[in-house]
């Protein structure tokens, strides 16, 4: 009912930018947050960044990229962003981008959770 695609990921050397982007389509009725996580091979998932849909859109990072990478959303068009500068190789990995809200009609309204299929980053020289 949900669908989540990112797109912008790619090879860049150390201290260069990228800018990834997923965009949810579908039957949605609202959404609560958006966010991204990254798998790097041997390592579990991580939170790199989320964001809130209401109000301000309160944001929050993971400690080791705070300060270089920035999440922004243009709600309108279900859409969430992440800035990434002075790219490190550690922060190389499969980058997935994560869904939450609501699907259906006001009427009838069921929870989703869903996920992008990744976007790999590699920082290397």
């Not at 790619?10 to 930018?17: C, K, Y």
């Not at 949810?24 to 998932?45: H, L």
């Not at 960044?49 to 279900?78: C, L, M, P, Q, W």
């Not at 299929?117 to 590699?122: E, F, I, L, R």
Request: glycine share 12%; proline share 2%.
């Amino acid at each position: 009912q949900v669908q989540v695609v990112e797109s912008g990921g790619g090879l860049v050397q150390p201290g260069g930018s990228l800018r990834l982007s997923c965009s949810a389509s579908g039957t949605i009725f609202s959404i609560n947050a958006m966010g991204w996580y990254r798998q790097a091979p041997g390592k579990e998932r991580e939170l790199v960044a989320d964001i809130s849909s209401g109000g301000s859109g309160s944001t929050n990072y993971v400690d080791s990229v705070k300060g270089r990478f920035t999440i922004s959303r243009d709600n309108a068009k279900n859409t969430v962003y992440l800035q990434m500068n002075s790219l490190k190789p550690e922060d190389t990995a499969v980058y997935y981008c994560n869904v939450r809200g609501w699907y259906g009609a006001i009427w009838s309204r069921f929870s989703f959770n869903s996920w992008g299929q990744g976007t790999q980053v590699t920082v290397s020289s």
